[in-house]
Nanobody, 126 residues
Framework: VQLQASGGGLVQAGGSLRLSCAAS????????MGWFRQAPGEEREFVAG????????YYADSVKGRFTISRDNAKNTVDLQMNSLKPEDTAVYYC????????????????????WGQGTQVTVSS
């Protein structure tokens, strides 16, 4: 399974970016997906998740109301729309696949995810 993240870049505070993650797996649709981020000198943290059936989404408190996760099972992609970006959103963003099939409720722990993309840099200037 390969995950390819894209869409990062440099944006001013208050701006928007849309990240996309393309999965090579043919059974993409049966797995929940997540986005994580890691800022310099910080541990990687959960940002958002979406379950396999696209019926539940999860967000870190720091991004609720600003970020939206979505998936397109026909294209094997999961996107993260980021609005009202803040300098503290600056980080490398990673997409990841949850290790369990058909999971309705996703957790934020890194150990729940088995495949990771290479990361895409998001820089928000003040």
């Amino acid at each position: 399974v390969q995950l390819q993240a894209s869409g990062g870049g440099l944006v001013q505070a208050g701006g928007s970016l849309r990240l996309s993650c393309a999965a090579s797996s043919s059974n993409f649709r049966v797995y929940g997906m997540g986005w994580f981020r890691q800022a310099p000198g910080e541990e990687r943290e959960f940002v958002a998740g979406i379950n396999w059936s696209d019926s539940r989404t999860y967000y870190a408190d720091s991004v609720k109301g600003r970020f939206t996760i979505s998936r397109d099972n026909a294209k094997n992609t999961v996107d993260l729309q980021m609005n009202s970006l803040k300098p503290e959103d600056t980080a490398v963003y990673y997409c990841a696949r949850n290790r369990k099939l058909w999971l309705e409720v996703l957790g934020p722990a890194e150990n729940d995810y088995d495949y990771w993309g290479q990361g895409t840099q998001v820089t928000v200037s003040s």
